[in-house]
């Protein structure tokens, strides 16, 4: 499929991309990125799926939300997206904050879901970590942002990673995202998702559809760990652990991902 797919733009001011037919198969970003780094599922994907990436409030060209955001306001955004397209029911992958979408809307909306993929979904986290993230909240919405942001790419990126012809194009696209969000967006999106990673502690039971837990071996935020556990917590949950990536390895190893992805979407449901 081709790469270069027109942009849309709802009554309601999201940005998105779709590509393909068939079953629909919506794609959530993380904090900090954009719909663009969903281009190897989109191309990989909508040869059999009906593939729609979107923008979250405050990224890419979607409106920046004022400082009273809450997880509700996405989810809206969602229904709101899901409705201009004529869209019942999806399977929903989200990455990082977009795992906590993806959930959030499962538990909110059962009815609209077929299956769900979280990726480096961040769960439970300890007192410690959820300071952190309020912190890095503060510190991107001030003009420190730039030195967290080069932090961000050290955490996100070995020295392999960096040495690896096949991989320096994809790191530095990454870079240009992070660099090119909007500060507002990005901060206001980072609070949510600093307050909200233990909102699903307890009520992953309720999620009955089928459900892919997948994470980095090597990502220190969005543990192996914590994907073991909420893959044992729902009522049909599954496991990928990526050996030797990290927290981007959604986006530079597309190709691994890509049969795990075409197997899990073809479970029957029940």
């Known amino acids: 499929m081709p790469t270069n797919l027109t942009q849309y733009i709802t009554d309601q001011g999201t940005a998105y991309v779709e590509s393909g037919r068939g079953e629909p198969l919506v ?15 989109l191309n990989a994907f909508s040869n059999q799926y009906r593939v729609i990436a979107y923008d ?9 939300p004022g400082e009273d955001l809450t997880l509700d306001d996405y989810f809206k955004q969602l229904v709101d997206l899901l409705d201009t397209l004529e869209i019942d029911r999806i399977n929903l992958c989200g ?11 499962a538990l909110r909306y059962p009815r609209r879901v077929i299956r769900i993929i979280p990726m480096m979904g961040a769960f439970d986290r300890s007192p410690e970590h959820q300071k952190r993230s309020l912190r890095v909240a503060d510190i991107l919405a001030g ?48 609070r ?31 543990t192996p760990a914590m994907s073991t556990r909420m893959a044992a917590e729902v009522q049909q949950g599954k496991v990928h652990i990526l050996l030797n990536e990290r927290h981007m390895g ?14 899990f979407l073809a479970t029957p449901i029940f």
Do not use: C
């Open 95 to 105: 990455h990082s904050m977009g795992a906590l979408i993806t959930i959030g809307f």
């Open 27 to 41: 794609l959530i970003h993380g904090v900090g990125l954009n719909k663009q780094v969903w281009e190897p599922q």
């Open 56 to 64: 979250t409030l405050g990224h890419g060209k979607s409106p920046v």
């Open 250 to 263: 959604q986006y530079l190893a597309a190709k691994k991902i890509e049969p795990i992805l075409r197997q």
């Open 143 to 190: 003009p420190e942002a730039k030195t967290l942001l080069e932090s961000t790419l050290k955490r996100w990126f070995t020295p392999e990673d960096n040495g690896d012809i096949d991989r320096v194009e994809k790191i530095a696209q990454v870079e240009a995202w992070l660099n090119q969000a909007d500060k507002s967006g990005y901060s206001r999106a980072y």
């Open 192 to 222: 949510v998702f600093a307050h909200n990673g233990e909102t699903y502690v307890g009520k992953l039971g309720d999620i009955s559809q089928p459900a892919l837990f997948i994470t980095a071996e090597n990502d220190p935020n969005s």
